[in-house]
């Protein structure tokens, strides 16, 4: 069984996440994968009250992501929602054997050296590499922040803004 959404959400748990995406997938059980916050005992205490009613919260390292989806696919029983701080985790959990069919992008905030790409999306170059080499390996990557936004293909960004990434 696959997780129901995979989501890279530099926010985690949020209000467009929680009213959105967990009560559109029946969501029961939330998986943060961050190796920042799996170490942080304040963010933790945080993000478990911020979870929805009814549901569980785990919170693992991008490598314990990929070991547990290895050892025995996370442990997937019910609906469940993955949450990436950014795609660097997404990527080194998924090169590291943590396989998912889709991923949608929601957030990832601007600064310097990083092109936003729709709404609140912006990637830097070696992110925009990291995410044409998951979609080689045939992941389904799609930008997404909420239920009521279009779904906009890795493809056409790639095309549009890194033609040499290909």
């Known amino acids: 069984?696959?997780?129901?959404?995979?989501?890279?959400?530099?926010?985690?748990?949020?209000?467009?996440v929680v009213t959105g995406w967990v009560k559109k997938n029946g969501v029961k059980r939330i998986i943060i994968v961050d190796d920042a916050t799996k170490n942080d005992s304040f963010m933790k205490q945080i993000f478990d009250m911020a979870k929805p009613p009814g549901t569980t919260l785990e919170i693992l390292s991008a490598e314990e992501a990929a070991q547990k989806w290895k050892d025995d696919k996370l442990g997937i029983k019910t609906s469940t929602l993955v949450l990436f701080k950014d795609v660097e985790r997404a990527y080194t959990a998924f090169m590291n054997g943590f396989r998912y069919q889709e991923l949608q992008i929601g957030c990832i905030g601007g600064g310097p050296g990083r092109i936003n790409l729709v709404g609140p999306v912006c990637v830097s170059e070696a992110e925009a590499g990291m995410l044409t080499e998951m979609k080689s390996c045939g992941l389904d990557i799609y930008l997404q922040s909420t239920e009521q936004t279009k779904r906009v293909s890795w493809s056409s960004i790639q095309e549009r803004f890194f033609s040499g990434t290909k």
């Open 1 to 16: 069984m696959y997780p129901s959404l995979v989501r890279i959400d530099n926010k985690l748990i949020h209000g467009q």
